[in-house]
């Protein structure tokens, strides 16, 4: 769970500056030590962030055999982890900088994903209010920009 972002305490304690929650060093640190995890986190050793704005994060991740389904495609379970993971970094680079915990997340799968095709995962902040943030995070293939996935997370991240 995107809990692994939050819990090396980079996250609460390393604020940036110019009022952003995280500054882009401590973003990048925290996604470093998730995927560094020996837990179920490892499956995404391979994604890259490639850009962060406020409450907008961009990852990529080129499809390898150990993200597959029996098909050889994208399997759905971790298409899911990186729609939880990628929105939960997205609300880190907010001016809160609160991870949260999930209380709904639904996907929509649209195509497939093969065997060494990059995928860019796009997370973006709809909105963060006092308690509940929404975010919207989409899949594509890059090189063609057909969408894979669509997902739609909401979190919790009041006190």
Do not use: W
Not at 17 to 34: N, P, V
Not at 105 to 116: C, D, E, L, P
Not at 124 to 143: C, E, H, M, P, Y
């Amino acid at each position: 769970r995107p809990a692994g972002l939050l819990s090396l305490g980079v996250a609460v304690a390393a604020r940036g500056s110019a009022g952003m929650g995280l500054s882009m060093e401590s973003l990048q640190a925290a996604m470093r030590y998730m995927l560094e995890s020996q837990g179920f986190d490892r499956v995404l050793r391979k994604m890259k962030l490639i850009s962060a704005t406020p409450g907008k994060i961009v990852c990529e991740m080129k499809v390898e055999e150990e993200h597959t389904n029996r098909g050889g495609t994208l399997h759905g379970g971790l298409t899911a982890t990186l729609v939880d993971v990628v929105s939960t970094a997205a609300l880190l680079y907010t001016e809160r900088a609160l991870p949260g915990v999930s209380v709904d997340m639904n996907i929509t799968y649209t195509s497939a994903a093969k065997i060494g095709e990059d995928v860019l995962i796009t997370a973006q902040i709809l909105k963060q209010g006092r308690n509940i943030a929404f975010a919207s995070v989409d899949l594509t293939n890059k090189a063609t920009g057909k969408l894979i996935a669509q997902g739609r997370h909401t979190k919790y991240i009041g006190n």
